[in-house]
């Protein structure tokens, strides 16, 4: 099995890996993300079968990655890891999920192992959908405006004016109402500032503004794209992501 770590303190971090390192020597450690936006994006590149969450980390916190990992087609088995005295700590004993208390102690981490080697890997129970939905707010504040170079102007562009943002290894590129522009900011980091319920994740590369999205098409078994209202762009919906267009 394949896990991910994510803390934004190093110590707890390293901590988690060398205790998982001696009582599971089989368990591949494939990311030690340093937040939470890392932890996504690093999720979707190496598709873990089990993440270790940090429940506060900056960009995205633990809670919040999680909420995105349970919407996924496959969504890995999560734990949730925290300090004493955090807010969520009575709501995760309530309904029985899986969280160890930093410093993790090799006692207790064995016991959640031995539970994770006996449960098969499903997806996250409707109760673990509702706990994220209690403990997270409704919507993150209103996003500040996009500001894009244009040689010597900065042009300040409104997240609800961009139809999609789709980024390569260099510059994301901003189609929005007016046009077209380039940032150097990653899309990992434009997570952590737009609101997910409107600009949804539909490929590692291409974040888009569900008010714009005329449908989606299934090119084959595995293959889908979205249609835009009023342009002529298809843009590939990645197979993690195709659960979000289910038909009714």
């Not at 340093?34 to 809670?63: H, K, Q, T």
Request: glycine share 6%; with cysteine; aromatic share 6%.
């Amino acid at each position: 099995m394949n896990a991910l770590i994510a803390d934004d303190e190093e110590g707890p971090r390293e901590q988690l890996r060398g205790a998982l390192s001696r009582l599971w020597p089989e368990l591949n450690i494939v990311a030690a993300s340093e937040n939470g936006v890392d932890a996504w994006d690093d999720y979707l590149a190496l598709e873990p079968e089990l993440c270790f969450l940090d429940i506060r980390m900056p960009g995205l916190s633990g809670l919040e990655v999680a909420r995105r990992l349970a919407a996924l087609a496959r969504p890995p088995q999560i734990v949730f890891v925290s300090a004493y005295g955090d807010h969520a700590l009575s709501a995760f004993e309530a309904g029985a999920f899986d969280y160890l208390l930093k410093p993790v102690e090799d006692a207790r981490l064995a016991q959640t192992l031995q539970r994770l080697r006996q449960r098969a890997t499903a997806a996250p129970a409707a109760d673990l959908q509702r706990l994220l939905q209690e403990l997270l707010p409704a919507a993150r504040p209103a996003s500040r405006p996009i500001q894009a170079s244009l040689g010597r102007e900065i042009r300040l562009i409104a997240p609800e004016d961009v139809i999609y943002f789709e980024s390569d290894n260099r510059y994301t590129r901003v189609v929005h109402q007016g046009g077209e522009a380039l940032i150097r900011t990653p899309l990992k980091e434009l997570l952590g500032q737009l609101d997910a319920e409107t600009f949804w994740q539909i490929h590692r590369s291409v974040l888009v503004n569900s008010r714009c999205i005329a449908s989606a098409i299934r090119v084959d078994e595995n293959s889908m794209v979205v249609t835009l209202r009023g342009r002529e762009e298809r843009l590939p919906v990645s197979r993690q992501f195709q659960v979000l267009f289910k038909g009714q």
